[in-house]
């Protein structure tokens, strides 16, 4: 297995390109902007869908579907947010092809127009709010906590595998309470959700941050992020979770009568995750080899590659194992016995390096005399020689420990490349020769906020929640500011 | 709780209107043809899902997926294809919207016009293998076993809640294989698959057989069936799974180098469960009083009501059952206490019965004192005061009873409601008085089975693989025949 991927240091975007392909997780469909998910990368997907799915259960939602479409005229009901997403709509304007009279195919019959226009949903919090005017009456109807697992459609301009594709796959949460500070709360909550499942099980440290306004969601109040620092330098924003006020409620008069009797309209919040996520899991961690998972994550954990001349020492070498692939299964470890012949071991060390497998175990005929395996981690590239007697438990023993330091590798990548700058020159300085995360004082307008972005293309990804209140003036306009902002340039 | 369904007896496809929206399993959207899955009905449908996806993973499938929409001209590759579903096609013309110059709202932006059309995927085939011609180069890459999770939109005229939708939720397995004998192996074992959980996990007894080339999957040389038999005495296609033989390899040029070196076409197969079968699930069992849920797929499966009179009983039936509540969540049962105030006994009662809980139990100061407890089952309605000593392993074996009688009910009424006939008279008379599945002989010929769908409006559901060679004559021409074909209206 020849794996001819570009280097990281010479060709960031290209060999995250090359990666994606090579190493089978997605590729580009023959539908514009569109991606295939291949079935090694959606089994990443999978494990991701479930751990969330299990937190948003444990956090008490429940999921149900809310359709595809929506009517245009949905869309313009809460003005801010048409104006986020009328750009970048899929619209439905017909509904049935014919054949074409000069026998050139199928076309669209224009008989079949439809009377409004759909939208695929781009997000459905329209469609949704719509819906909650029937469910909603009284403070006995709240709170709802609904999430929903979909595809969504955005229609964009420069598209990339996982990062940026116009229909991608998310989940996105939407629930309304009786009261803002319930909102606020579980919009908080869902935040700290998706930085746990990010640190846990991605193994990928993140800055939970507000959004300023110009960076909000359209029609939030407040927009609650998480951001993470990729290898080049680019933050990546990794997850969302919105205030949305009473704006929705408003838009579609979705009322409730209190416990004391009065009528209200309800609070809302929103929050997603999507398939970006495994653009940051793979930006994150991997190198010039291929892949670097987080046992947590990944398809296959143990790999065990047998080397043998012949089907007699396969056979030896297979009945040895049995035992070992027993208990790796019996304590819920996925691993695969690579038996085929016809690739050599060397070319398949290559391969399970490319796809990121965590531990990779190799047994041959010396090993056999004398009772012991070759361990290599995919992390630090360390190989060890262990005896068989007990190796199931020094396996799931590494299996933690890769998840651990995988985490600490990223967690130190981003201390050593998080600068705090007093001046707009050092900050410019450093967004060229050492990018990263930056931190500085800024006065709090959009109008600097966008020179800024003009002039160096970095943007504030949030106001960090853990920020300590610190007397300072903005780097570019010298106006007072109570506390830094994160800037980096981003995906 | 007043339920207030309409009877079977009266109008049984009111009562299941009724039912589907009372019960809290689905509701009309406002985008025409599309429905909400509410959480108590989308809880169903996850359960189906798990089940579904362990036994496709089981038989060594892996998940992927594949985009939503689908370029014109894909459609038209599949001569048949093309036929079956231009007329109930979703299609997407433009791309943006923008604000109307009357300021009117948004209309669509004529400018923002899409080069080639794209069709909201109506079903897979055509953009699935127009991939799989870059996995596809030898007899290695073989066989390709993949399944997608996903929505797809078939425009319907008219519509019915999970029954005939324009947008529903699905599976679409999708696999190419090196042989024709393969293929037909892979096809039989996924009718095989369905059928196991529509039984085993659905409670609902299948006939498995072959359509007919009329009622064939466009593009299909052959289309493998389950068929099940709803309260009303009409048919109800649970499942299908094609054999596509080389037809779509050849439209897409999907071809492989064999061992030999010689280089062929793939044959390929295809098959789909949907939320039509949240419909099968629902017509199948529930009576009257509401839902009746097989306990496999109860999102609730046992319910526990408290009957008392102030804070302090509760108090003291709540510290009685937490040992119960304790051992049912470690049998891995799903119990819900249901402490509210406000609502009576018998109101709760008929609730869970409307929701098809399996398993009611119920406790008041009589069984305090008795150390008792009442329990209800919902499929027989019978009631029983147990011991609260070992009630949790009591519970435990009656939700396997209840499984299995909802199981041999419906065979029951299956085997009461299959007639065999001998003549077209009688045919039609059974239709009439007593519809349900026939079993009558057939010459074979798509004229005859047209004539009779066209006076009866009863058509061949399968030829079913069970039947056994019997010589006879055609029911409406006479003709020779040499097994009965199976007969029913059907949804």
Chains 1, 2 share one sequence.
């Not at 709240?142 to 996982?162: I, S």
């Not at 009322?255 to 653009?279: A, I, P």
């Not at 438990?393 to 050593?416: C, M, P, V």
């Not at 300085?429 to 966008?450: M, N, R, Y």
């Amino acid at each position: 297995m020849s794996k001819g991927l570009p280097k990281r240091s010479e060709d960031y975007s290209a060999w995250y390109n090359e990666l994606v392909q090579k190493a089978d997780l997605a590729e580009n469909s023959p539908v514009r902007g569109c991606m295939v998910i291949k079935p090694y990368g959606y089994t990443i997907w999978e494990k991701m869908q479930r751990a969330l799915d299990d937190m948003f259960k444990e956090t008490g939602h429940t999921n149900a579907y809310f359709p595809l479409f929506i009517p245009k005229s949905f869309l313009s009901k809460e003005a801010s947010h048409v104006e986020g997403f009328a750009k970048e709509c899929a619209v439905v304007t017909h509904y049935r092809l014919k054949n074409a009279p000069d026998g050139s195919g199928v076309i669209v019959d224009p008989e079949a127009k439809l009377t409004e226009e759909l939208i695929v949903r781009p997000t459905s919090e329209t469609v949704i709010w719509s819906t909650y005017k029937n469910w909603i009456q009284s403070y006995r109807d709240l709170p709802v906590l609904v999430n929903q697992w979909a595809n969504v459609v955005r229609w964009e301009m420069r598209t990339r595998l996982f990062l940026r594709t116009t229909e991608f796959l998310w989940q996105e949460g939407h629930t309304a309470h009786a009261t803002a500070d319930e909102a606020v709360a579980e919009t908080k909550q869902m935040l700290e959700v998706y930085a746990t499942f990010a640190e846990e099980w991605m193994a990928l440290p993140v800055v939970r941050g507000v959004k300023t306004a110009n960076e909000r969601f359209a029609g939030a109040e407040d927009t609650y992020c998480i951001e993470a620092l990729m290898q080049d330098g680019k933050a990546l924003q990794a997850g969302t979770s919105h205030f949305l006020g009473q704006n929705f409620a408003k838009a579609f008069d979705v009322q409730y009568t209190s416990k004391e009797g009065k009528l209200d309209y309800v609070w809302g919040t929103s929050w997603g995750v999507s398939t970006r996520l495994m653009g940051a899991l793979i930006m994150a961690h991997s190198d010039d080899e291929g892949l670097v998972l987080p046992p947590k994550l990944a398809p296959i954990q143990v790999v065990i590659v047998p080397i043998f001349k012949g089907a007699e020492q396969l056979a030896t070498i297979t009945e040895k194992i049995q035992p070992l692939l027993k208990e790796l299964k019996s304590k819920g470890i996925s691993v695969k016995f690579d038996n085929r012949d016809g690739n050599s071991p060397g070319w398949k060390f290559a391969e399970y390096e490319l796809k990121g497998v965590p531990v990779r175990v190799a047994i041959g005929p010396r090993d056999l005399e004398n009772g012991t395996a070759e361990v290599a981690r995919r992390d630090t590239k360390e190989k060890k020689v262990y005896s068989m007697e007990n190796l199931a438990s020094q396996i799931e023993g590494l299996l933690t420990d890769i998840q651990q330091n995988i985490y600490q590798k990223a967690q130190s990548f981003r201390t050593a490349n998080t600068t705090k700058v007093e001046t707009y020159e050092e900050f410019k300085q450093i967004l060229d020769e050492k990018p990263g995360f930056v931190l500085a004082h800024w006065d709090g307008t959009s109008e600097t906020e966008e020179r800024i972005k003009e002039e160096t293309k970095a943007t504030i990804r949030c106001i960090p929640l853990d920020s300590p209140a610190e007397e300072g003036k903005c780097i570019v306009t010298g106006k007072p500011s109570s506390r830094r902002v994160l800037f980096a340039r981003a995906y």
